[in-house]
């Protein structure tokens, strides 16, 4: 008997578009695997970087189905689900991230319960898992597989295209503003501000009291920090003096010596050097540089700088699917959504050709209902 089939936008190869055709359905396999139906996907940087073959070590086998910004419908689960899955039931809305699907509940990861990313017996970063839309196809399609331990429940009041981009960019930039540790009243800065994290980030740092400088150096990007009507003030990289900027901070915090003004953190969302070196040059001594994008030159950083101004630099990825939940609940009750460009699933490529002229927000596609 011919298998069901769905429809799905895939690539066939690197550097080439998506096409949208028939593959077959995936299918329930294990105890903890739920089927969604898609309601929205979310297109993510890393999406971009995966069409370009950019995402070593992991390699999709083509054709294959990206997106890891995963929110849909749950249509079936295994006929003996497990505790996980068991939470959930059919007809429920939930957003997936990309991972973990499958973690193994053994390795070290899974078994540090001291970690922001450990939840109840695994861990959203356990290097044995797979990762939706990127090791395995993902949400650019009808159905997907996921795990139960990748889900998170939709509110009632939250649209599926706001839900969608909360699993990879929301989580992303709450689990980073979360795992510095810095306390309401403490000072930020968003370097990438209007992007797709740094938008969500200006909405997040408002809901947890911080007071935030919003960093952009394009004005599609500024435009739209802008018009988020967030407390954070948005500033233009390319016509900001540091020292004049410093200056100011410090004044409106008491402060004379240039050691003590600037932000206690800086979260760097872009790729390039300037926009780095802006973030760098804002933090006050002793402060924190958390780097969550990934450029593929790297970094520079000033030794100089790291010891003598005491700066500690760290990474972050992600969050635990608890912070999940917990984006959730905030979004809904803060009245808190990403700024979306919504198209229709057939019209990925469109989005993708869109997205990359760089107007910033989140670009997300809409499945037929
Ligand atoms: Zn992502
Ligand atoms: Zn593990």
Same mark, same amino acid.
């Given at each position: 008997?011919?298998?069901?089939?769905?429809?799905?936008?895939?690539?066939?190869?690197?550097?080439?578009?998506?096409?949208?055709?028939?593959?077959?359905?995936?299918?329930?396999?294990?105890?903890n695997?739920?089927?969604?139906?898609?309601?929205?996907?979310?297109?993510?940087?890393?999406?971009?970087?995966?069409?370009?073959?950019?995402?070593?070590?992991?390699?999709?086998?083509?054709?294959?189905?990206?997106?890891?910004?995963i929110?849909?419908e749950?249509?079936?689960?295994?006929?003996?689900?497990s505790?996980?899955?068991?939470?959930?039931?059919?007809g429920?809305?939930?957003?997936?991230?990309?991972?973990?699907?499958?973690?193994?509940?053994?390795?070290?990861?899974?078994?540090?319960t001291?970690?922001?990313?450990?939840?109840?017996?695994?861990?959203?970063?356990?290097?044995?898992c797979s990762?939706?839309?990127?090791?395995?196809?993902?949400?650019?399609?009808?159905?997907v597989?996921?795990?139960?331990?990748?889900?998170?429940?939709?509110?009632?009041?939250?649209?599926?295209?706001?839900?969608?981009?909360?699993?990879?960019?929301?989580?992303?930039?709450?689990?980073?503003?979360?795992?510095?540790?810095?306390?309401?009243g403490?000072?930020?800065?968003i370097?990438?501000?209007?992007?797709?994290?740094?938008?969500?980030?200006l909405?997040?740092?408002?809901a947890?009291?911080?007071?935030?400088? !919003? #960093? *952009? @150096? =394009?004005?599609?990007?500024?435009?739209?920090? %802008?018009?988020?009507?967030?407390?954070?003030?948005? $500033?233009?990289?390319?016509?900001?003096?540091?020292?004049e900027?410093?200056?100011?901070?410090?004044e409106?915090?008491?402060?004379?010596?240039?050691?003590?003004? !600037? #932000? *206690? @953190? =800086?979260?760097?969302?872009?790729?390039?050097? %300037?926009?780095?070196?802006?973030?760098?040059?804002? $933090?006050?001594?002793?402060?924190?540089?958390?780097v969550?994008?990934?450029?593929?030159?790297?970094?520079?950083?000033?030794?100089?700088?790291?010891?003598?101004?005491?700066?500690r630099?760290?990474?972050?990825i992600?969050?635990?699917?608890?912070?999940?939940?917990?984006?959730?609940?905030?979004?809904?009750?803060?009245?808190?959504?990403?700024?979306?460009?919504?198209?229709?699933?057939?019209?990925?490529?469109?989005?993708?050709?869109?997205?990359?002229?760089?107007?910033?927000?989140?670009?997300?596609?809409?499945?037929?209902?």
């Amino acid at each position: 008997m011919a298998k069901p089939q769905m429809k799905a936008q895939v690539i066939e190869d690197f550097n080439s578009p998506y096409i949208l055709k028939d593959v077959p359905k995936p299918e329930i396999e294990d105890e903890n695997d739920v089927l969604l139906k898609l309601h929205a996907a979310g297109y993510c940087h890393t999406d971009g970087m995966m069409c370009l073959g950019q995402c070593k070590p992991d390699p999709p086998k083509f054709p294959h189905i990206n997106s890891h910004e995963i929110a849909g419908e749950i249509v079936a689960l295994h006929e003996k689900p497990s505790e996980y899955a068991r939470k959930y039931k059919i007809g429920e809305r939930v957003i997936s991230t990309g991972r973990p699907f499958h973690p193994c509940g053994k390795c070290f990861e899974c078994l540090d319960t001291t970690r922001p990313d450990y939840d109840d017996g695994y861990s959203i970063v356990c290097p044995h898992c797979s990762f939706n839309g990127m090791s395995k196809d993902g949400g650019f399609a009808e159905y997907v597989v996921v795990d139960a331990r990748q889900l998170a429940r939709i509110p009632d009041n939250v649209k599926a295209t706001d839900a969608a981009p909360l699993s990879c960019a929301g989580i992303t930039i709450y689990g980073a503003l979360k795992r510095t540790g810095l306390q309401p009243g403490q000072r930020v800065a968003i370097i990438g501000a209007g992007g797709g994290l740094g938008h969500l980030g200006l909405r997040f740092a408002d809901a947890m009291g911080f007071r935030t400088i !919003g #960093v *952009d @150096a =394009a004005d599609g990007p500024l435009d739209l920090a %802008r018009s988020l009507g967030t407390k954070a003030e948005v $500033i233009d990289a390319r016509e900001t003096k540091m020292e004049e900027l410093k200056s100011r901070l410090g004044e409106e915090d008491g402060k004379s010596l240039r050691d003590e003004m !600037g #932000v *206690d @953190a =800086a979260f760097i969302l872009i790729e390039n050097q %300037r926009g780095f070196d802006f973030g760098f040059d804002l $933090i006050k001594n002793h402060g924190t540089c958390v780097v969550v994008s990934y450029s593929e030159a790297g970094f520079r950083i000033s030794s100089r700088d790291l010891v003598y101004r005491d700066i500690r630099v760290v990474g972050t990825i992600l969050g635990s699917i608890k912070m999940l939940q917990e984006i959730m609940d905030l979004v809904a009750k803060n009245d808190i959504r990403p700024v979306t460009t919504v198209y229709p699933f057939e019209k990925l490529n469109e989005l993708v050709e869109e997205y990359h002229k760089g107007k910033g927000g989140k670009f997300v596609v809409e499945m037929a209902r």
